[in-house]
């Protein structure tokens, strides 16, 4: 969904209760090392519900570029990944470049969300409280990405936690047959079959898409040995 903030040119100026962006609070957090997810971030105050947290920042990329990169910390082995696609073509990348948002955690049961926001024309994304928060407890939200590589265990501890990061169902999947594909539009509701040929379950590939005629990454999920497929799905 997408929200827009009033401009400039707004009337109210500084009475205005819908600047997120421009006249936001500045809440104070702190950069904490968890036990088993790495760097976290705790309010060091009182949050209420529907409040702007923080605005996620970092390079502003395009697609061709995000490949690239990933593919390069792919090869370089990277396991932490800061790349929010926000719309067609338009990634933020806080590996290098970003501010404390970078290190907020994935939990199943989060107590905060990301929105997509229009300020003066130009899309922001911003972090919402999704209820009161109190002090001192860590800021978390739903990760929602797709896998780039093999699964990776959650560790939120959610009584709803759903065992493993990101989606389950992919937003383009092929079945990839003597190197042709063929696309699947329900895909995601076959059932699982037993996995025989596993020597390139989780890898990336580079897959040429007919339409735009690109190369594009894509996840090996599984392999049937009885129609000889792999199911791939599109990271982009």
Known sequence: MLFSCCSSNCKCENNCANKSFQLRPLFKTKLIKTEKCGFGLIAEEEIKKGE??????????DDRT??????????QRYTNFYLCEVSSNMVIDATNKGNKSRFINHSCEPNTEMQKWTVDGETRVGIF?????????ELTYD?????FGADQDCHCGSSNCRKMVGTSKSVNSFILHNG???????????KK???????????????WDRR??????AVVHDYDEYTGMHTVSILT
Not at 66 to 75: A, F, I, P, S, V
Not at 129 to 137: K, M, P, V
Not at 197 to 204: F, L, Q, V, Y
């Open 52 to 61: 702007f947290v923080i605005e996620y920042v970092g390079e502003v990329i």
């Open 66 to 75: 995000c490949e690239e990169r990933l593919w390069k910390m792919k090869r």
């Open 129 to 137: 409280a999704l209820r009161d928060i109190q002090r001192g407890e």
């Open 143 to 147: 990760y929602k990405f797709v896998q």
């Open 180 to 190: 042709n594909s063929t696309s699947s539009q329900d895909q995601h509701d076959m």
């Open 193 to 207: 079959r037993k996995t025989t040929s596993d020597n390139c379950i989780g890898e990336i590939i580079r897959l």
């Open 212 to 217: 735009d005629k690109m190369y594009v990454p």
